[in-house]
């Protein structure tokens, strides 16, 4: 089994991906930026951070996956603010930053334990458990005071829309992950989305929300 990361900032955690120093031009392969852990045949690395504030922007990420037999490692976030931010401008067809737990393969991707006062996802934003494997996608647990969830980006063209999202997808044969939110205030506004889908055989994860407004 491979080490976990482990971060723990008394202040700002401030996660940046592509700038224009390191931009990616058309043509060019989007390499993932951030904290990642990857497995093929050994147990994944956990990341466990806690942080007083956490930013992700510019098409960076924390992200665990499996691509064999293994399971895949959990992700553990604590944060009094949180935001997960857009895609780069300097980024070619760029994704916006994510949060994900994935599996390609026959283990189960690992779970997501998110908490903290406030939650902001904008500008295509991610908080997601993925499978396109036969491994089931891991559960997805959101512990916020204050949950936002605003918009979306464009991408390709003006006229695909990828939206801000907390979200749990199965793309093959292994079943989707339970999204379970809970927020004194969850907002979702201009086409952002709270997602459990399942674009194949393997079946769609549940969606839980407890939130008093």
């Known amino acids: 089994p491979a080490g976990d990361i482990s971060i723990n900032a008394s202040g700002l955690l401030n996660l940046q991906g592509i700038s224009a120093q390191n931009q990616t031009l058309p043509g060019q392969p989007v390499i993932s930026r951030g904290l990642i852990t990857q497995t093929f045949n050994g147990r994944g690395a956990n990341i466990v ?4 504030n956490f930013v992700a922007d510019n098409s960076t990420g924390v992200i ?58 904008d500008r295509g934003g991610f908080l997601i458990s993925a499978t396109f494997g036969q491994g089931d996608g891991g559960d997805v647990f959101v512990n916020f005071t204050k949950i936002k969830l605003v918009g979306g980006i464009p991408l390709f063209d003006q006229n695909t ?15 989707g992950g339970l999204l379970d939110i809970r927020a004194e205030e969850l907002n979702i506004t201009d086409g952002a989305r709270v997602d459990a889908s399942a674009l194949s055989n393997g079946g769609s994860g549940s969606i839980k929300i407890v939130a008093n407004k």
């Open 161 to 175: 829309f990828v939206p801000s999202a907390i979200a749990s997808t199965s793309a093959a044969g292994g079943k």
């Open 64 to 121: 665990t996956s499996t691509f064999g037999p293994a399971l895949g490692g959990n992700i553990s976030l604590t944060t009094d603010t949180a935001q997960i931010l857009g895609g780069s401008p300097y980024g070619a067809k760029s994704l916006g930053s994510l949060i994900l737990a994935t599996t390609a393969g026959a283990g189960n991707a690992g779970t997501i334990n998110f908490s903290g006062r406030e939650l902001y996802i």
């Open 49 to 52: 951070i806690s942080a007083k």
